[in-house]
């Protein structure tokens, strides 16, 4: 039988133990592509959700896209894990929130503040949302081997981009009471950026028992400006997926 959304069942998965989740659709087949031409098969697509498997060092990884936000990301997690996934590691884009975190650089998250929604479907919000140990450990080291710059530390996950990660370029040009000042805020407990998946990632991972881990590269900081360079978001999809191909092809 094939899972509802995704539209894979065991059979296109046999053996497969680790999932890369990019938000963007797009990025299945760039990653895939990392591992070498025709190196990869396209499994599935249906909706934003494409899937391909590729084969790294003799391990078969699966690449699947989440869409954006929480919701969409709770759907794979569920659908996959349901089809024997273990692990799991977001490869995404994010802005960062302190000075010293260029855009090009990559951060892997440790933690997640919950500003999502989803995350409470699971667990209360007294429950932590933290990234694995292994996985965050098996990413630090990769991304050391390939000499990048990356910084590690605690990740805001919001379900909105414009008001809930306080921008005034909303519609409506208002930003709730909730959110405004929240930018700083964040940033003075030392939180290193925004995204939109990571807090219902770990909080649905740690609740069955599974793994998971985010990278990201940061497309800009949002202290200095909110305009992204096509040229850098080009390299860091490719390091981000290096790395994460690098580490899935080590995982149990
Ligand atoms: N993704 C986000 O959620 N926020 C940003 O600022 C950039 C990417």
Redo the contacts with the bound molecule.
């Keep these: 039988m094939k899972a509802y959304h995704l539209k894979l069942s065991k059979k296109d998965l046999k053996g497969v133990k680790t999932a890369l989740i990019p938000g963007d659709p797009e990025r299945v087949e760039k990653i895939a592509l990392l591992s070498g031409e025709k190196n990869y098969r396209i499994i599935s697509e249906n909706r934003e959700f494409r899937s391909a498997i590729c084969n790294v060092s003799g391990v078969p990884v699966l690449i699947t896209s989440t869409g954006i936000g929480c919701p969409a990301v709770s759907i794979v997690v569920e659908e996959l894990a349901n089809l024997g996934i273990k692990n799991f590691i977001r490869v995404?884009?994010?802005?960062a929130i302190q000075p010293g975190i260029e855009p090009g650089d990559l951060i892997i998250s440790t933690a997640a503040v919950r500003l999502d929604g989803t995350s409470r479907h699971y667990a209360p919000l007294s429950y932590p949302a933290v990234a694995s140990f292994d996985i965050v450990s098996d990413l630090v080291k990769s991304a050391q081997r390939m000499k990048v710059k990356f910084h590690t530390g605690i990740t805001a996950t919001?379900d909105t981009?414009y008001p809930g990660?306080e921008r005034y370029d909303t519609y409506s040009g208002h930003v709730i009471r909730d959110f405004r000042g929240s930018l700083e805020e964040l940033k003075k407990l030392n939180v290193l950026?925004?995204?939109?998946e990571s807090s219902a990632l770990f909080v649905i991972t740690q609740v069955f028992g599974l793994k998971s881990g985010t990278i990201?590269g940061v497309?800009?900081n949002?202290l200095n400006s909110?305009k992204?360079d096509d040229s850098l978001i080009q390299r860091v999809e490719v390091q981000s997926g290096r790395i994460a191909l690098d580490v899935a092809s080590n995982l149990k």
């Design positions: 995404g884009t994010s802005g919001s981009f990660q950026n925004f995204e939109m990201c497309i800009v949002r909110e992204p």
